[in-house]
C-alpha cells in the first residue's frame, strides 16, 4: 500500500510518500516507525500521538489500530492540526 | 479587585483629550475574565451595538487579561473589539506581543477609545498619564515606519500599536499593527483611523500582583516545557504555511475565488519551495515559547507568512509566484490591510472580470502583478480600489448582477482559507460565526479533520462539536491564550481553571469556565442582535449551496442541510432566531 506524508510526518520521515505492505493501521505503523526512527516520536504502542491523524484515501480520518487496510489504499499521515 | 487585575480601564476622548479611570466589578471580571470576552461587555456598556462604527460615538476597545504579565507562555496578547464597519457585527481581533505587557502596565485592564480627534494623532499612555500628539508628519507612513518613528521620538520603552495608510483612508479591513503582528479581521484599522489616531503609544510600571506566585510559576515552566513537544512542532518548524499542501491534498484548497478546491501549483508555494528562494528565519511575540513566525527574507526584510495570507494572495487569486506573494503580503503588512480580506475581495472581482461583469481586463487570475497593482489600489482608494476597499459583499452590491451569489463572505467579512463544501463542520462555523467567516473564532475544521465526522456529509451530530470549538475559542480568546498552545493540554478547561485560580485567587473549576465560555458567545449574540442582525444572516452564500465542489461531487452542500444544521445550533444554544 501506499504512505503520504505531509506537515510534520513528512518532515521527520524526509520524504513524501512511500510504498509498505500492512495489512492493519496497526502493522502500517508499526512499519513506519521501523523504517523511519525519527517518526517514533508520533507513533506510539497505542497509535499516534495527538498531534498527527491518520486519513485513509483522502476520505475516512482512522484511529484504531485494528482499521483494516486494503492493497490499493493510499494512509495519508498528517498533522492534525491543519488549520491555521 | 482581585489579584491579575486592576480593577478598572481607561476610558479616552480624543475628541477632548479627557481620560477617566471607570471602576470594573469583580462579577464583570469574573463573569467576561478578559480579552474578547471583557472587551465584548464594555462594548455592550459603551452602546457600541448601535454606534456607526466609523463615527465619533462609536467606542474602540483595547481588552488586556489577567494573564498578560504571567510567566505563562504565550500569554502576551490583547484583543481589539469594536462594532465591525466591515460586517457591522461584533468585531473581536486580537495581536500578541509587547503593547499587552506595557498597555496593562498603565494601570488599566482595557482602553476605551471613543471621539475623534481634531488632527491625526498619536494617543501616548505613559503610565496612565494620556495626552494627544500630532502625528501629521506620519500622515501615510507603512506601519512598521510609524512604529519605528514613533518610538525615537518618545522612548525606546513605548510600545506602538497603529494603522497604515489603509486605516486613515478608511478602508474596511484596516488592520491595527504591532511589532509586524496585526489585529487583522473586521476592520478596527479603519475604526481608530475614523478617530483621527495613527498610533497608540503605551508604557507603564503598574504590575499586578499573582495569588499563589510560586505555584503560578511552577505551572508556567510545566506548560512551557510542553510546549516544546510534538503538539507544537508544527507551528515552530514549518509554519502554518505547511497547511497550503495538506488542504490541497484533501481538496480543500479555495482556489480562483472558491471554484476549485485544489490547484495544481500549490507546491510552489510550499514552506520547503519558498525557503529554497527566500532565506527563512523564525521569530516569536514576546512571552511566548513556540516562535511559529516564519519570516522569509524579502528586499532586506523579513515577510511573514501564514497559511491564510498565502492561501489569500495565493491560490484563492489564482497566483502561483511565490515571490509575487511575498510582495503582496508586505505590502499588506505596510499599509496595514488583512491578507485573507484582501485576497477574497480581489479574487471576487477576477471572477467578476472573467464573467464579464467588470471591464478591467489587466485583473485576471494567475497575474501577481495584478493583485499587487490591485493592493495598491486598495490602498490609496483609487480606480476600483475604492469599490474593493468597501470589501466584497459591499462590492457586489454595487456590481449586481447576482454577483453576491459568489462574493466569498458571511455577514461581509471574506472567508477563510477552508473549502466549505469539503469542510462541512468549519462550514456551520463560519455560518454562525458572530463576527462573519472566520476560523479564529470556531475551530471545527479540527473536528473536519478527525474521525469525529465525515468531513463531507456534515450531520445533526457535527453541531455539537462546532459548538464545543467556538465556546473553547471564546474562553481562549479571553483568558488570552495562543490557540497554538491548544495541543498541549490533556484537559484544557481544568488546566485553564488552574491557571485562572492561581493569577486570581478565586476558586474556578472547569464548569465554572464552561459556563463563561457560552455567556461570552451569548454576549456577543446579544450584541449582533443590538447591532440589527437578522437569521437570513446566518448562511453561506450561494455558490457553496447550490453546486457541488467542482472535481469533487462527494462534497455537496444544500441549503436544506446548512439551515437544518443552523436550527440545531440555535437549539442546543438554547437561543431562538429571532
Avoid at chain 1, 35 to 45: D, G, Q, S, V, W
Avoid at chain 2, 167 to 173: D, S
Avoid at chain 2, 174 to 183: E, L, P
Amino acid at each position: 500500500m501506499h504512505v503520504e506524508f505531509l506537515g510534520i510526518p513528512r518532515e521527520r520521515a524526509g520524504v513524501s510518500e512511500v510504498e509498505i505492505d500492512a495489512e492493519t493501521l496497526g502493522q502500517a505503523l508499526t512499519t513506519l516507525a521501523a523504517r523511519f526512527p525519527a517518526l517514533r516520536e508520533l507513533i506510539t504502542a497505542g497509535g499516534l500521538h495527538g498531534s498527527v491523524a491518520a486519513n485513509l484515501n483522502g476520505d475516512q480520518f482512522v484511529s484504531d489500530p485494528n482499521t483494516s487496510l486494503a492493497a490499493g489504499d493510499r494512509l495519508l499521515l498528517l498533522s492534525a492540526d491543519a488549520g491555521g | 479587585m482581585p489579584p491579575g487585575y486592576h480593577g478598572c480601564y481607561l476610558r479616552i476622548d480624543v475628541s477632548t483629550g479627557r481620560a477617566e479611570r471607570v471602576p470594573l466589578a469583580d462579577a464583570v471580571l469574573r463573569q467576561y475574565i478578559g480579552g474578547s470576552g471583557l472587551g465584548t461587555r464594555l462594548l455592550l456598556d459603551e452602546g457600541g451595538a448601535t454606534a456607526d462604527p466609523l463615527s465619533p460615538d462609536a467606542p474602540l476597545v483595547f481588552a488586556f487579561s489577567p494573564l498578560v504579565g504571567t510567566p505563562l507562555t504565550t500569554s502576551a496578547k490583547f484583543a481589539v473589539v469594536s462594532r465591525s464597519p466591515l460586517t457591522e457585527r461584533i468585531n473581536d481581533a486580537l495581536a500578541g506581543s509587547g503593547f499587552a505587557l506595557a498597555g496593562k502596565r498603565c494601570g488599566c485592564d482595557a482602553i476605551v477609545i471613543v471621539g475623534r480627534a481634531s488632527r491625526l494623532s498619536v494617543l501616548v499612555i505613559d503610565d496612565g498619564e494620556v495626552r494627544l500628539e500630532s502625528a501629521e508628519d506620519l500622515r501615510g507612513e507603512a506601519c512598521p515606519v510609524t512604529e519605528e518613528k514613533v518610538r525615537s521620538r518618545l522612548g525606546a520603552d513605548f510600545r506602538i500599536a497603529s494603522i497604515g495608510p489603509a486605516g486613515e483612508r478608511g478602508v474596511r479591513y484596516a488592520t491595527i499593527s504591532h511589532d509586524r503582528r496585526h489585529a487583522g479581521r473586521g476592520g478596527s484599522g479603519a475604526v481608530l483611523g475614523s478617530k483621527n489616531v495613527k498610533a497608540v503609544a503605551v508604557r507603564g510600571t503598574q504590575r499586578c500582583d499573582w495569588a499563589d506566585p510560586g505555584a503560578l510559576v511552577e505551572l508556567s515552566r510545566d506548560v512551557s516545557q510542553r510546549s516544546f513537544g510534538p503538539a507544537t512542532a508544527k507551528y515552530r518548524e514549518l509554519g502554518t504555511a505547511t497547511n497550503l499542501l495538506t488542504l490541497n491534498r484533501f481538496g480543500a484548497l479555495p482556489t480562483r475565488n472558491f471554484q476549485r478546491g485544489t490547484f495544481e501549483q500549490a507546491p510552489n508555494l510550499s514552506p520547503a519551495e519558498l525557503s529554497a528562494r527566500y532565506p527563512r528565519a523564525r521569530a516569536s511575540c514576546v512571552a511566548c515559547t513556540i516562535g511559529c513566525e516564519h519570516l522569509y527574507e524579502l528586499n532586506d526584510a523579513g515577510v511573514r507568512v501564514e497559511y491564510e495570507s498565502l492561501f489569500a494572495l495565493g491560490s484563492l487569486c489564482g497566483v502561483a509566484d511565490g515571490g509575487a506573494v511575498l510582495r503582496a503580503l508586505q505590502r499588506c503588512d505596510e499599509l496595514g490591510i488583512d491578507t485573507i480580506s484582501t485576497g477574497g475581495t480581489i479574487a471576487f472581482a477576477m471572477e467578476c472580470v472573467e464573467r464579464g461583469l467588470l471591464d478591467e481586463p489587466w485583473l485576471a487570475f494567475g497575474s501577481g502583478d495584478a493583485v499587487l497593482h490591485a493592493i495598491d489600489l486598495i490602498g490609496r482608494r483609487e480606480g476600483i480600489g475604492r469599490m474593493l476597499a468597501e470589501g466584497s459583499r459591499r462590492a457586489a452590491l454595487a456590481i449586481g448582477h447576482d454577483s453576491l451569489a459568489f462574493a466569498p463572505q458571511v455577514k461581509g467579512l471574506e472567508i477563510p482559507g477552508y473549502e466549505p463544501r469539503a469542510l462541512q463542520t468549519m462550514a456551520l462555523g463560519f455560518a454562525v460565526g458572530a463576527r462573519g467567516a472566520d476560523h479564529n473564532r470556531s475551530g471545527a475544521y479540527e473536528v473536519d479533520f478527525s474521525d469525529k465526522v465525515d468531513r463531507r456529509h456534515a450531520t445533526i451530530d457535527s453541531v455539537r462539536h462546532a459548538i464545543d470549538t467556538e465556546d473553547r475559542s471564546a474562553l481562549m480568546d479571553s483568558l488570552i491564550l495562543c490557540k497554538f498552545l491548544r495541543g498541549v493540554f490533556t484537559d484544557f478547561h481544568a488546566e485553564a481553571a488552574d491557571m485562572l485560580t492561581k493569577v486570581t485567587g478565586w476558586d474556578v473549576t472547569p464548569d465554572e469556565l464552561r459556563t463563561t465560555a457560552r455567556r461570552i458567545v451569548g454576549a456577543k449574540r446579544e450584541f449582533n442582535l443590538m447591532a440589527g442582525w437578522t437569521p437570513k444572516e446566518d448562511t453561506l452564500p450561494e455558490r457553496f449551496l447550490t453546486a457541488p465542489l467542482p472535481g469533487d461531487p462527494a462534497a455537496a452542500l444544500t441549503r436544506d442541510r446548512l439551515e437544518e444544521l443552523v436550527a440545531e445550533y440555535y437549539r442546543q444554544r438554547g437561543w431562538t432566531n429571532s
